[in-house]
């Protein structure tokens, strides 16, 4: 049943492009609003439950004096992240006046963690707000996510007699859901689909190429698995997921941290909301990106080393910038890139400018 949501959602989500934004915005624009949106609803979703919980526990330390509320907000919320407004996305389709809806919809999205706030400002949804409300469609929008046909939520639906109507979505298959709008809005624009995601069975296939021979020597221990390219996490979650099937088979209990660079704002902003979602407060923390987190140019794990790695690099990727920002070949310091080797104190392994996934390659080796 899962399988199907999961073939059906993205071409739901994608009709809301098409009936809410065609007028407003050109095709190529649609993911500005859409990818943060769904992203926005699958977190809603998932505290409805605990949505007076968190609202109690804010008034309570309020009136105590209480100036830092976020480790209790999240333990009331029951996940790594909270939404302490008092609006719900359902309270706010029920708002005619769209002045008030604006209001309300920014106060709602102000009411989330930090870490949410992270991700919001890497969508650079905000920016959107105004347009969407000048044009009275932030209330269609907000509806069609709400809609009874489709669930972003982790829990199921039922109908009337109880029976289930759709199955709740787990964080795999919320993270295929992301990807495929994510190649959809690709190939719009004519981007390679390559760039943001790699597909799941080839995951699944680098993820046993690592793990599968040295199963047997894997013991009960915590790993540290590592993705300098990390896109959505897909391949940190299936790398994860598979070190522990593995495990489990073999009678050892594991324990991973998940540590991942992305220079791209959008798949950042979704990485970190998958593992929010999946309880992973500390692996979403570890998870570093936006523009200004280029893995060449600026490492975000200087010190660390890793169990196990994996990547997709954008291939034939130039790193001018990158080289520029190192301080050019000549300049160049960085002991991820210029080694001692045979002898040589200073051996580089600096490639041409065109060159950039070898790059990528020698990160992973100085880890």
Known sequence: MQDSQVNRIPRFIWGIA?????????RGKYRDIILPMTVIRRLDAALEPTKQVVLDMRTRLDEDGVIEQEAA?????????????????RDLRARANRQQLRADFEAYLDGFSSNVQDILKNFEFRNQIPRLS?????????????????????????????????????????????????RRFNEE?????????????AVKLMANLIFLPVADEIE????????????????????????????????????????????????????????????????????????????????????????????????GKSWKNDLARLGGKRGLSDPRFLIAHDGDSEYSLLTRSSDGQMLFLANLLSK
């Open 73 to 89: 907000l999240k333990q009331a919320a029951g996940h790594a992240f909270y939404n302490a407004s008092p609006f719900t996305l």
């Open 220 to 315: 009960s221990s915590t790993y540290l698995l590592y993705d300098g390219a990390c896109g959505t996490g897909g391949m940190l979650t299936v790398a994860e997921e598979t070190l522990r099937d593995l495990a489990l088979e073999r009678g050892k209990q594991v324990s991973t941290h998940l540590y991942g660079q992305e220079i791209n704002a959008e798949t950042y902003a979704i990485c970190k909301a998958d593992l929010l979602l999946k309880g992973e407060g500390s692996a979403a923390d570890n998870i570093i990106g936006g523009p200004e987190y280029s893995t060449l140019s600026n490492d975000a794990f200087p010190s660390h080393k890793f169990d196990f790695m994996l990547s997709n690099p954008p291939y």
């Open 189 to 201: 624009n004519n981007e390679e689909a390559g760039e943001h995601w790699t597909p799941r069975d």
């Open 134 to 182: 000048d044009a009275d469609a932030l209330g269609a929008l907000i509806e069609k996510f709400l809609s009874p046909d489709i669930n972003l939520s982790p829990y199921p639906v039922e109908n009337g007699d109880g029976s289930v109507r759709f199955s709740g979505l787990d964080n795999h298959a919320m993270g295929t859901i992301f990807e495929e709008l994510v």
């Open 18 to 26: 098409d009936d809410v934004l065609r007028d407003l915005y050109v």
